[in-house]
């Protein structure tokens, strides 16, 4: 399966059900009440981490996603059927990303779930508006949208071991001896291109070790692979830096790794790791060998020289990764606070009835009525039922829109716009 760790979609929720407007009709009771039920919820767009998928594959040519309509209430108090929710499968280790870059969630877990879109709710049927004084309301509501965004998906593999280093140096090989992983390898560097997972057994417990695509010096500028390779290592609890000891000098081409690791941040450059000097079955390695030991131990970091071909010193390696991932704790990745939105409860609407109105006037003329709660009220109004009038009047009313718009400048006949619905301006409907 090819790998995929960057794909952007679009998500929309459904939309809620209509209300029902009606009345109760039976045999001798020729004026029944109102009996037109509420509409259903519109459904949810589910975003969940599962085990057993490695790649964001199944989303480079499905990026569209809709969850299911809320059903239309009718008469006799039959509340409409809620519209089916919408789960979206990603792999553990996936970030959610809105339009600005803000983090929405990190499913780390297999199972974890997240509603990057809520439902619309329903509309509201005319047996919800009676009362003592209105006893036969002859309007309903029509149903909200779902919420719809776009949302960038960002997998960062979660691995316990990340094998780190520059192409050629024998990274694959080494994952091969230590896992019975079957990488590809070959004698030329970028034989790895995409990252490979193996699985090393020691005792009960298993170790993910993820061989990445081999740095090139400014990968933590981009070049190369080299944000795709950086970002899989942010996760992983230790490192392992290949080195090729048949290269004449193997402490450059550490420095530049480690420079690499540095300079990337996300406190790479601090993980607990081991550097293996590898390929000591090439003849004249072992100087070259002596001296990464020194350079590493005045770093404090424990070196091991083996040869991934023949698979000497292998088993002691594998004893030392078993060793330093037991003592060393899962990473949290820590985001920028200003990066990072509140989870996950919708947003209620705010109490803002008493906010004051904005009026824009527009270059051709025409004015727009801004205000969360009346934009919403009025964008449930179904204007063909008989009484959605009286219901719009008694809105322009309460919140004193035509005194604010003749404030404005608006005369009659002017064109006025509230939320998607458009009007023409006519004070003598508020009386």
């Known amino acids: 399966m090819k790998f995929v760790d960057l794909a952007e979609i679009f998500i929309r929720a459904g939309r809620g059900g209509n209300g029902a407007m009606s009345f109760r009709r039976e045999k001798f009771i020729p004026k029944g009440g109102p009996d037109g039920a509420d509409g259903g919820k519109g459904g949810d767009v589910i975003i969940q981490s599962v085990g057993g998928i490695v790649t964001l594959a199944d989303f480079e040519y499905n990026k569209r996603f809709q969850a299911g309509n809320g059903g239309h209430g009718s008469g006799a108090l039959k509340t409409g059927a809620n519209g089916e929710d919408l789960k979206i499968f990603v792999p553990c280790g996936t970030l959610l990303l809105d339009e600005n870059n803000n983090i929405l969630a990190d499913l780390t877990e297999p199972g974890q779930n997240f509603i990057a879109a809520h439902g619309g709710r329903g509309g509201r049927g005319n047996a919800h508006f009676a009362n003592s004084q209105r006893r036969a309301p002859k309007f309903a509501e029509k149903g909200d949208p779902g919420e719809e965004k776009n949302l960038t998906l960002e997998l960062k593999l979660i691995a316990d071991v990340g094998l ?103 406190n790479l450059y601090n993980r607990p790791c081991i550097v293996i000097g590898n390929k000591i079955d090439i003849q004249g390695t072992e100087s070259n060998s002596e001296i990464l030991r020194d350079y590493a131990e005045n770093l404090n970091m424990p070196y091991m020289s083996v040869s991934a071909l023949t698979g000497e010193n292998i088993p002691e390696l594998i004893k030392q990764i078993a060793d330093l991932v037991r003592k060393t704790p899962a990473v949290k990745l820590e985001y920028d606070s200003n990066k990072i939105i509140e ?57 004193k829109i035509e005194e604010a718009l003749e404030a404005a400048g608006a005369h009659e006949g002017d064109k006025i716009y509230i939320g998607d619905e458009e009007f023409n301006f006519e004070p003598e409907i508020v009386t």
């Open 343 to 399: 989870l996950p409860m919708r947003k209620r609407p705010s109490k803002s009835s008493k906010a004051p109105v904005n009026i824009i006037r527009l270059s051709d003329g025409s004015f727009k009525i801004e205000h969360e709660n009346f934009e919403k009220a009025v964008s449930r109004i179904n204007f063909d039922h008989e009484d959605a009038l009286k219901k719009f009047a008694g809105l322009l009313k309460s919140l």
């Open 164 to 266: 780190a280093g520059f192409p050629n140096a024998g990274k694959s090989s080494i994952l091969a001896a230590i896992s019975g992983a079957k990488p590809r390898i070959a004698g030329y560097p970028f034989t790895t291109l995409t990252p490979n997972l193996g699985v090393l057994a020691v005792d009960d417990a298993q170790v993910v070790i993820a061989d990445l695509p081999g740095l090139i010096e400014g990968a933590h500028e981009g070049k190369g692979l080299g944000l795709q390779f950086l970002r899989h290592v942010e996760r992983t609890r230790i490192l392992l830096h290949v080195i090729d000891l048949s290269q004449n000098d193997p402490v450059s081409n550490f420095e530049a790794l480690l420079n690499e690791f540095k300079q990337y941040g996300a």
